[in-house]
Nanobody, 125 residues
Framework: QVQLVESGGGLVQAGGSLRLSCAAS????????MGWFRQAPGKERDFVAAIRSKTNTTYYADSVKGRFTISRDNAKNTMYLQMNSLKPEDTAVYYCAARPGYSFSVQSAGSFNYWGQGTQVTVSS
């Protein structure tokens, strides 16, 4: 089992940047595929980005491609989401997610077993 804790959210002006972190407990972080999802008020939880274990292949939602970068540091048991050129429509609670292995659909929230508590990102216009 793994526990996830997000940090790095906050209030930023449009065009600004934030870096989210997701710290994971346990010794087997490297074997987990990881993802970022976000949920705005009244909306469903949407895929943002993911990174597979073993291959470190990355995936992005079209809405963030070219602006966001997902990465992981297995030595620190931490995943990151660098968010640049932020837009008001990026405002949401951002959640990190984890699942052991790498052979599953990482774009689907239902694929992930473990979730953090979320961190609020607010982008003002």
């Amino acid at each position: 089992q793994v526990q996830l804790v997000e940090s790095g959210g906050g209030l930023v002006q449009a065009g600004g940047s934030l870096r989210l972190s997701c710290a994971a407990s346990g010794r087997t972080f490297s074997t987990y595929s990881m993802g970022w999802f976000r949920q705005a008020p009244g909306k469903e939880r949407d895929f943002v980005a993911a990174i597979r274990s073993k291959t470190n292949t990355t995936y992005y939602a079209d809405s963030v491609k070219g602006r966001f970068t997902i990465s992981r540091d297995n030595a620190k048991n931490t995943m990151y989401l660098q968010m640049n050129s932020l837009k008001p429509e990026d405002t949401a609670v951002y959640y990190c997610a984890a699942r052991p292995g790498y052979s599953f659909s990482v774009q689907s929230a239902g694929s992930f077993n473990y979730w953090g508590q979320g961190t609020q990102v607010t982008v003002s216009s």
